[in-house]
């Protein structure tokens, strides 16, 4: 089987790189500009550390509480997970609101290729202060442990996925304890994905371990808070300012997350029980949240976009021709309208499928297929063979071949009313190209195991996540199937199951080329090829909502940006 970058599958059913080798962000363009983001990229009310009180407490309110809290373990592969061990554990580079990423020099005061031949290398150098919160110093022992779990080679370790680690060759001591060798088996420019969050050593040392350490507990920290209390029955978890630290003091004594129940947010949030939550995608939730008192609802682009997916080892969608009459069939706007009605977003629809509206490098490569254009689609479909033939040889109102009407199976997870509205505007969006389209809901529980996975419909929608890596956070999306027995073919996480050679060269390029100011470029080229396989069809970056207390500073709707959580406070 050929190397591959696999994608760790997360899919929100809910509207719910670079070569940076220093402190210094990447610049976006061959003149250093950054273009501006068609969306809001930040909304954090950011205020300098001398702006920010010191003491309080914040009251952080998540609707779930996780049992495992090893955030590379699949069962650790959760928001709230992500939103906690931010806070609580070591990580090598942090990313800006639009994706560019610089050094997290609290840990790793040097990142860089040392070496393009004949393998890539990357040597780290660790703060001499950096230290877990047993005492431990961080080393390169750290690395190599994670490494091991990660890589692949042992399957007894239940990760969430391989990304980037299964490049690694071997990883070695430097100069000192202090000083990391990575050696990578083929080139790869985002390497700087790796080892965020980086865990003890211990954590890694056995599949035992990496599973049972972290069940109900935080065993080892080494952030600027550490973990007073864990409380798995009552559903807190209290951080309170680690007088250990070596970088800046936070300015919190104490951040408590608290489960609460997604029906119970608002009232929470109203009542003072929780400072700051994610409103999500409900309008009700935004108006009363934004009319409380001392509350403003921060709004930003979110790290997700929506999009449907078209299923092209299923019937009619195997031809390219109908999938692309059916992308020009959708107004992509008014579906988006429909979605975030009463948010106060703009219009905005997504027209790549690696890189968000608000990352650097972002181009529109929709071209014809983005456009609503139904007199373009019925064409395709006559092309096709599909032709509105009715009685007697009189127009029909739904296409025909072979004696067969063009329907599509349009499956939803029962309950999510976003994805039955979506459905239902396609059945009478496609109705007018003569396309019948019929609503599936199917069991919430069963929607991933028995139809998305195994490919068990014609068309669905979800949420895909953006990282600021964007080909190892979508390649095995449009990776082409494998033949693996006879006419067997596996398609991993490519769940539109189309693609292409041309396609699998293209994103190898793009994520091979050590050459910075060719890789925009590479990406963009690589989606213009994607965009005519009609796999996935964006729709539009998803806004985060964020009800926060109108005095706290650095804390909200961050999309990309990673929340330093020593500079989270109240405004002076």
Known sequence: MRARWPLALVALIALMAS???????????RDGALPPSPVKALDINPLARVKVKDGGTLRWGIIDFPVQWNQNHIDGDTHSVDVVMDALLPRVFRSDERGRVSLDTDYVTNARVTANSPRQVITYTLNPKARWSNGKPITWADFAAQWKAMGGRDRAYRVDSHIAYENIQSITRGASDREVVVTLTQPY????????????????????AFGADWINKIPVTAGSFRVERLDPKGGTLTLARDPGWWGDRAKLDKIVFRRVRPDGLVRAFTKGDVDVFDVGPSPDNYAQVRDAWDAVVRQAAGPEYRQFTFNADSGSLSDVRVRQAIAMGLD??????????????????????????????????????GVYNPKRAGELL????????GKDGKPGKVRMKDGKPLTLRFVVPAGVKATDSEAQVTRLMLQRIGVNVVVQAVPFNAFFGKYLIPGNFDITAFSYPGTPFPMSNSFDIF?????????????????????SRQIDQAMYRAGSSLDDTQVTDLLNEADKLVWQQVNVLPLYQVPQNVAVRSSLANIGANGLYDLKYENIGYAS
């Open 19 to 29: 070569g940076a080798c220093s402190g210094t962000p990447v610049k976006d363009g």
């Open 382 to 389: 006559d092309q096709a063979g599909w032709k509105l033939t």
């Open 479 to 499: 990776a082409d199937g494998e033949n693996v027995k006879g006419d067997d073919v596996k398609w991993y996480s490519n769940l539109g199951r189309s693609g």
């Open 189 to 208: 420019n985002e390497w700087q994905s790796l080892f965020s969050p980086l865990y003890p050593a211990s954590t890694n040392s056995s599949p035992e």
């Open 332 to 369: 992509r706007r008014a579906l988006m309208e429909l979605d975030l009605k009463g948010l106060g977003w703009p219009t905005v629809t997504l027209d790549n499928h690696f890189l968000m509206n608000s990352q650097r490098g972002y181009r529109g490569n929709a071209g014809e297929l």
